[in-house]
């Protein structure tokens, strides 16, 4: 899922968002608001993350979403046979 569908429905994501970082506020959660600066952000000061090492725990995370919704890639087509779980029609 990218930043813009994240921001888009902050409200259901930071439920999501909680279960993995469980050490952030409800306060965090407003300031953060979808947006992926200020996830980086946070997670510097929550855990201490380097830059880099938050950026890329807040896009897999992000990433990880498509995967539970089903939505894998979506610049591939879904009955792609190259790609596993996926069925040629």
Do not use: C, F, H
């Not at 050490?23 to 880099?52: C, F, H, N, S």
């Not at 950026?55 to 539970?68: I, K, V």
């Amino acid at each position: 899922m990218n930043w813009d569908q994240i921001k888009g429905n902050w409200t259901e994501m930071k439920g999501k968002a909680r279960e993995k970082w469980g050490d952030l506020t409800d306060d965090d959660m407003d300031r953060i608001a979808g947006q992926k600066d200020q996830m980086v952000g946070a997670l510097q000061q929550k855990y201490g993350r380097t830059k880099e090492d938050a950026e890329r725990e807040a896009d897999g995370w992000a990433d990880s979403l498509d995967d539970a919704a089903g939505m894998g890639d979506a610049n591939q087509a879904n009955d792609d046979p190259s790609r596993p779980g996926r069925m040629a029609s």
